[in-house]
């Protein structure tokens, strides 16, 4: 490294992306703090990391969004950095300019960034402005619902109706026609009021047989941004990723080199400082438009890591501590073989609800071309507090029908009890013959039933 270390990280999170970070933070030779509320005391990575500190009871607002006991945590074990992993205050612009308030770095982009893209419409405006292809849509709505017809019908049915600010997929729905509009946007509207206090709302133009595809970037402190390949995210669960890959399947390599460019060039031009995703629908006719900038590590970055060798969470750590990117990535980047990464939750696999419960049984297995990520272990409970994801894992093999196959061989030899999980819907995907050809879209779920 070209500057001193960061002495102390705390984690300012749990699960499997505590656990990640743990491991990156101990290999750069950095003191590793994890935090936790009372419903995970029993967590494996809180004996993984060097220190353990109590934060509250379960409700993630007295523990994981309770920015005072967080940073009085950090004060405490004498944190000179805040990892905040993804989900609860990743990309909360107040919780990152208090920790550099208190003297700490934030290990993400500057605030300016976070606030930037965390408006959706705002977002978009930017990215335009910046040289990179937007989907046809709207800015925020207004109350009128004359002027939010004129704009529907601007754009042309159907129309996604989206929340202006969180992201999950929550609020998210299709308008397939005048009629079913203003009561669709109402439903958007109250879900964003209760999952973000922002009940604003804005239009996309819908496609059919869309895909979902991402670049993930790297930015430093140093006015330079690198893509490092795309993701496809498209097989996904009411709006919510369930298996990501890398490469992209069908798609030409000069296609993706010249939107990576793009996304690039674009959050350089921003002066992007930190880890990003670029996300896209890429549209049955082979154009791109513009979603959304996640301005903090992303679930699915273990299928790039696998691929490209680099350490995600290392980087953007390197990347806080004023390295330049050059020093952090090597000049000749290129995937490696493929990889598919599912998602394990604890939850009904036809009717997708949550299944809270004992772990009686987590048995993963293990393989030289498999990865696991996980916050649990044998005997601990999985609360209805929480996202109920369990479990990553990630196959990496040559070829994308050899990653298939090794995945659906992973996931055959795993052992869950005393929970219901997604694991029979994901062996029918991966047996899906629309998967299995790499003729994927964002609707394709729907199309995938369980005996």
Sequence with gaps: MTVPPFRTILIANRGAVASRVVRAVHRL?????????????????????DEAIRIGPPPVRESYLNQDAILEAARRCGADAIHPGYGFLSE????????????????GPSPRHIGAMGQKTRAREIMAANGFPVAPGSGLLPPDPDRILAAAREIGFPVMVKPTAGGGGIGMAVAKDEATLQRTIERARSAAERSFADGGVYLERYFELARHVEIQLLGDRHGRVRHLFERDCSLQRRHQKIIEEA?????????????????????QRLGYDN?????????????????????RLQVEHAVTEMVTGVDLVASQIRS????????????????KGHAIEARIYAEDPKRFLPSPGRLDRFDLPAGSSWRI???FREGMEVTPFYDPMIAKV??????RGDAIRSLRELLSATRIEGVKTNVPFLMAALDDERFVTGKVHTGLSSDIHIG
């Design 275 to 295: 880890i990003g995703t670029v996300e896209m629908l890429l549209s049955a006719d082979g154009s791109f438009g513009f979603l959304e900038v996640n301005t």
């Design 373 to 375: 990520e996980t916050g």
């Design 92 to 107: 909360n612009e107040e919780f990152a300019r208090r920790v550099e308030a208190a003297g700490m770095t934030f290990i």
């Design 320 to 335: 806080a501590a004023g390295e330049p990117i050059d020093a952090i990535l090597p000049a000749n980047l290129h995937p």
């Design 394 to 399: 990630v196959a990496h093999e040559s070829t």
């Design 29 to 49: 030779g950095i003191r590793a703090v994890a935090v936790h509320s009372d419903a995970d005391a029993g967590a494996p990575y809180l004996t993984e990391a």
């Design 247 to 267: 490469p992209a399947p069908l798609l030409p390599r000069a296609a993706v080199a010249e939107i990576a460019e793009l996304a690039a060039n674009a959050l």
